[in-house]
Each structure stands twice: as structure tokens, then as C-alpha cells.
């Protein structure tokens, strides 16, 4: 079916654009010989691999969410201790709030601790920030 929808808009394309000969151009990408079918299914590929991007990004996301922030919460209080104060990932754990939909009810002067989305974000940021520099003083 997605082919067919590939094949179908490529026709419309060659129409409306070029005004093409529909004939000419051959059903299977792999053995057409015009470049602007090859062009077209090429960019017709990537773009159903860019709308998929979300999903797969949004599931590491949640994967490392749990990874990274269970296992630092499975520590004792001693080695959570420690960590908070040698680890950045300690201390952002150390300050998550203990129920986040209690906390999401009250106003934001009255909020104490991180939820776990925000623990999440800090450490992207500064893992791109960190990316960003790094990659700058080594070029």
C-alpha cells in the first residue's frame, strides 16, 4: 500500500510539475532509469523515516528516564548521599519530588523538589551543552 501511495504521488507530481509522460516511468523504483522518479522516491523514503524520528526519540527518552533514574534511586541512603555530592545525576535524584501529582496541584511558589521530567531535561541539556563545548575546543 505504501508503494502504491509512493507510485501515486509521483505520477501527480509528474503531471502537475513536469507535465510528464506517465508511461515512461517504470513501477519499480530500484530499476527506473529517470532521475526524477529516483529523486523523488528517495525523499519520499526519508521523509517516512524523519515522521517516525518522534516515536523512536520519545521511547529511548522513557527508557533512560527509568534506567538512569530508578537505578540511582535504588541506592542506599548512604551511597545516595555520597553520590549527591560527587554526581550531578545524584544531586538532580536526591531532589525529586516525593509525589509528583501533590505537587502538581499546588502553585509554583509552593512547589518543593523536580519531577522526573525535569530531572530528565536537565540532564539533556547538559549533556548537549556539554557536547557542544567539548566538540568546539577539540575542532
Not at 509554583?108 to 547538559?126: A, D, F, T
Request: glycine fraction near 2%; hydrophobic fraction near 40%; charge should be positive.
Amino acid at each position: 500500500m505504501v508503494e502504491q501511495s509512493h507510485r501515486l504521488l509521483l505520477a501527480v507530481f509528474c503531471f502537475i510539475a513536469c507535465n510528464c509522460d506517465l508511461k515512461t516511468l517504470v513501477d519499480s523504483p530500484g530499476s527506473s532509469k529517470n532521475e526524477l522518479a529516483q529523486a523523488l522516491y528517495s525523499l519520499m523514503n526519508a521523509m517516512q523515516t524523519i515522521l517516525q524520528l518522534p516515536i523512536l526519540l520519545s521511547r529511548i527518552f522513557r527508557f533512560l528516564e527509568k534506567k538512569i533514574i530508578n537505578t540511582e534511586l535504588n541506592m542506599t541512603s548512604e551511597m545516595r548521599a555520597e553520590r549527591k555530592r560527587i554526581s550531578f545525576i545524584g544531586s538532580l535524584v536526591t531532589s525529586l519530588q516525593k509525589d509528583e501529582k501533590l505537587e502538581a496541584s499546588k502553585l509554583k511558589e509552593e512547589k518543593k523538589g523536580v519531577s522526573r521530567i525535569e530531572v530528565m531535561h536537565e540532564m539533556l541539556s547538559s549533556l548537549a551543552a556539554s557536547y557542544g563545548t567539548a566538540s568546539t575546543s577539540l575542532s
